[in-house]
């Protein structure tokens, strides 16, 4: 893939194993579910067997040699993370099981060390079960307040609301960078700058930016931001918190065991420096340094060009099934979102829909996408989607149109 100069998405498709495996005998896969989770290039895969192979130890235990270089890897990939988001120190970045794995950890300890009954958690009417449940979870521990920003129709977030929802009150503001429905990109920098103005933290639900656009902690001053191996060609089993040094220092533990001490008796313990204190047990080792290849494989294509390839796809996409009859497309005009596009089609239950363009090889999410507020919202319970990467096409973005419209006219008529 480096000898690649430019962006050509059929090039890159050659480092993906998968992407050259038929599906249903001799149907060509187009992959459109990157939403969910991505495909791995053999750079990643390579790495990971062979770490297996060569350096695979526990980490951060032994003082035999192979504990070392596990232990090396492990923390490299702590720093290559570290700089690909622009955190200012690597204990800043702490490796958990995934983005839920992450904002469970924030809720149960950001919770316990800030949050008292009648406080206030802001979020969004888009956001993903795993930015809603643990802070419902933690609202009933705690006897806090949830509040839901709107959104309007065009699924844009009510920003001239947020006076009226960004109080004195709110301890945290908790939304998504981009919505994993409707694409709908959300203005960070600024929600940032408006709750901090009311002294409210800020955690970004990055689980579907930082795979495809260039992601700066310091510039948008976020506290805490989460993402997943597994939807930036990673390995799945990985993920990251990241959390401003001062916070994390006053955060207790989330959960306890080892690594995660400094001393232990019978009776008490004293908890570990950052990031261990947050990483009881063994980690996932070979995943999070799985992360490396993963990074320098987006950092080579470039992060702006995917983000500009994967918002032509998703234009394209609009344009085509815009005139479709009994298709509605959820979600702002194109150039307002990443590359994420939800439809829902009159009379046609998204599962009969997705099987069928399934046999033809084009792989899409149906149902709520893990995201049932939001669709009741729009009074729907499901939609059909396709999400975008580096390695699709826009030839598959045309003939999987073609496919829609063929498919409704056999489900309908
Ligand atoms: C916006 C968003 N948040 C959180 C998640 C949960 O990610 P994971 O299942 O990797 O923990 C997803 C996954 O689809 C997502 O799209």
Redesign the pocket.
């Known amino acids: 893939m480096s000898q690649h100069a430019f962006f050509d998405p059929e090039l890159l498709r050659e480092d993906f194993p998968i992407l050259q495996q038929p599906v249903h005998g001799t149907k060509k896969l187009v992959y459109f579910d990157n939403?969910?989770?991505t495909q791995r290039p053999h750079q990643v895969m390579d790495v990971m067997m062979d770490c297996y192979a060569k350096s695979y130890s526990n980490v951060h235990r032994g003082s035999h040699s192979l504990s070392l270089i596990a232990s090396d890897l492990f923390e490299d990939a702590r720093e290559a993370v570290r700089k690909f988001i622009n955190a200012e120190r690597s204990q800043e970045i702490v490796f958990t099981?995934?983005?839920?794995?992450?904002?469970n950890l924030v809720a149960h300890s950001f919770g316990e060390a800030f949050l008292s009954p009648g406080d206030e958690i802001l979020l969004t009417e888009m956001?993903?079960?795993?930015?809603i449940v643990p802070w419902q979870q933690l609202a009933k521990r705690l006897d806090l307040k949830l509040r839901f920003l709107p959104i309007d129709r065009q699924g844009r977030l009510e920003l001239e609301a947020l006076d009226s929802f960004l109080t004195e009150r709110t301890k945290l503001f908790s939304f998504?960078?981009?919505?994993?429905v409707l694409g709908t990109r959300n203005p960070v920098e600024e929600l940032t700058r408006r709750a901090h103005e009311v002294g409210a933290k800020v955690m970004v639900?990055?689980?579907?930016s930082v795979p495809h656009e260039p992601t700066d902690v310091r510039h948008s001053d976020v506290d805490f931001l989460?993402?997943?191996?597994?939807?930036m060609m990673g390995p799945?089993g990985v993920?990251v918190l990241y959390g401003k040094e001062a916070l994390l220092e006053e955060m207790p533990p989330f959960l306890g065991g080892g690594s995660m001490i400094n001393t232990v008796s019978q009776e008490c313990f004293t908890p570990g420096e950052l990031p261990a204190k947050f990483e009881a047990g063994t980690p996932a080792i070979v995943q999070a340094i799985g992360m490396v290849p993963a990074i320098e494989y987006l950092q080579r294509v470039g992060l702006q060009q995917i983000f500009a390839h994967e918002q032509l796809l998703a234009a394209k996409l609009m344009d085509r099934l815009g005139s479709v009859d009994r298709l509605t497309i959820l979600g702002p005009p194109a150039e307002e979102r990443g590359g994420i596009v939800s439809f829902v089609i009159q009379g046609v239950n998204s599962m009969d829909f997705s099987t069928m363009v399934d046999l033809k090889g084009f792989a899409i999410r149906n149902g709520h996408?893990?995201?049932m507020p939001l669709h009741a919202k729009f009074g729907i319970s499901e939609s059909s989607r396709a999400s975008f990467y580096l390695y699709n096409t826009l030839q598959e973005v045309e003939r999987f149109a073609d496919q829609v419209e063929e498919t409704i006219a056999m489900l309908v008529g």
């Open positions: 939403g969910a989770s099981s995934g983005t839920t794995g992450s904002i956001e993903h079960h795993s930015n998504a960078s981009v919505s994993n639900d990055a689980a579907q989460v993402f997943s191996g597994h939807k799945t993920g996408h893990c995201a």
